[in-house]
């Protein structure tokens, strides 16, 4: 007989319902009249907190490279379709974005309550993308799927499995996304930031692997059968290997750089390159912005448009963490 596993330590768990030694973000707690409880704490840093009114608020820090007004739209066109978050109202500053969204029956399915009760725990999680893979997908808008990590095929892992039958898919389909109600009852999903057109095991892959973080090794069998199909093993090592690379994060840091770049990079369309490159190098204290004949320096509108362009990307460079040695 194989040997019974042993009990999982969820302490560190925790982690991801405290705040620690951090103050509530200052246009959070306006937005709460001073009250709000912390939901859900995120690897990144992102915070959840429920505000008064039945309302929750979702504070997102520029520095994970997430784009909460991705959410936004998606939550936008997934109204009336799903049980999913209304958007109540969105707004960002040079440090965070933070979006408000009504809230929704139930709770999170995770925790000592729902381990206790993890039959019915993992019925509603298999339930609720079993729905969210049944609506039809004919006018989900193309920018999604190229905007998650669902739609790309990087070479290091491998070519990627046909996909035959592609669905909406959630995009974090971890335990934490899925609400049930007291009485053991899917209620809804939140967390829709990726949601997109795809295979239905972009889901399955990592709803069945966040089993093992939130109940314990051992359950995945269990979800497979609440969903009703059986475990495909090679487009779950696939997409688990696509999801493993997704949240390192190197993509959200490469999509930040590139559009800080992007207007840099125009520069290299026009004739007068050369003379931008000396106007960037005088600005960076590189060098001098004085050219050869039959180059001449340029001048009036065109200097101050150019020297906008490059001042604006110098006040705003990415801060990009430094290579490990060795």
């Known amino acids: 007989m194989p040997e019974p596993l042993s009990e999982p330590d969820f302490s560190e768990l925790k982690a991801f319902h405290t705040l620690g030694d951090d103050p509530v973000p200052a246009v959070v707690a306006s937005l709460g009249g001073g009250a709000a409880d912390l939901v859900w704490r995120n690897e990144l840093g992102g915070l959840t907190f429920r505000l008064p009114g039945d309302r929750y608020v979702k504070w997102n820090p520029r520095r994970t490279g997430i784009d ?62 079993r729905a969210l893979h049944a609506i039809p997908i004919a006018d989900v808008p193309p920018e999604f799927t190229a905007e998650s990590w669902v739609g790309r095929r990087p070479p290091s892992i491998g070519e990627p499995p046909p996909i035959l039958d592609p669905v909406l898919v959630h995009g974090d389909a971890c335990a934490p ?22 295979d239905r095991w972009a889901d399955l892959a990592v709803a069945s ?65 050369v003379q931008y490159i000396k106007l960037a190098m005088a600005e960076t204290g590189l060098g001098s912005e004085m050219v050869r004949a039959p180059r ?31």
Do not use: C
């Not at 009336?80 to 109202?89: I, K, N, T």
């Not at 973080?213 to 696509?242: M, V």
């Not at 320096?297 to 290579?323: D, F, Q, S, V």
């Open 177 to 198: 996304n899925t609400l049930i109600s007291l009485a053991g009852e899917w209620t809804g999903n939140v967390d829709f930031g990726d949601l997109a057109v795809g």
């Open 209 to 273: 692997m966040s089993l093992d973080w939130n109940f314990g090794e051992g359950h995945q069998p269990e979800f497979f059968a609440a969903y009703g199909i059986e475990p495909d093993e090679e487009r779950i090592r696939w997409y688990r290997a696509l999801w493993d690379l997704a949240i390192s994060g190197h993509w959200e840091q490469a999509r930040e750089l590139y559009r800080w770049y992007t207007p840099l990079l125009h520069l290299d369309t026009k004739i007068k390159l």
């Open 296 to 326: 001449l320096p340029i001048e009036g509108a065109e200097r101050e448009e150019i020297l906008g362009i490059i001042r604006h990307a110098i006040a705003t460079r990415p801060a990009l963490p430094m290579a490990a040695a060795g």
């Open 68 to 129: 909460l007004d991705r959410e936004r739209r998606r939550l936008e066109w997934l109204a009336g379709r799903h049980p999913a978050p209304r958007v109540l109202d969105y707004g960002e500053d040079g440090e965070a974005q933070w979006l408000v969204t009504a809230a929704l029956p139930g709770e999170l399915a995770v925790g000592d309550t729902w381990r206790a009760r993890r039959p019915e725990a993992i019925l509603a999680i298999a339930d609720g993308l």
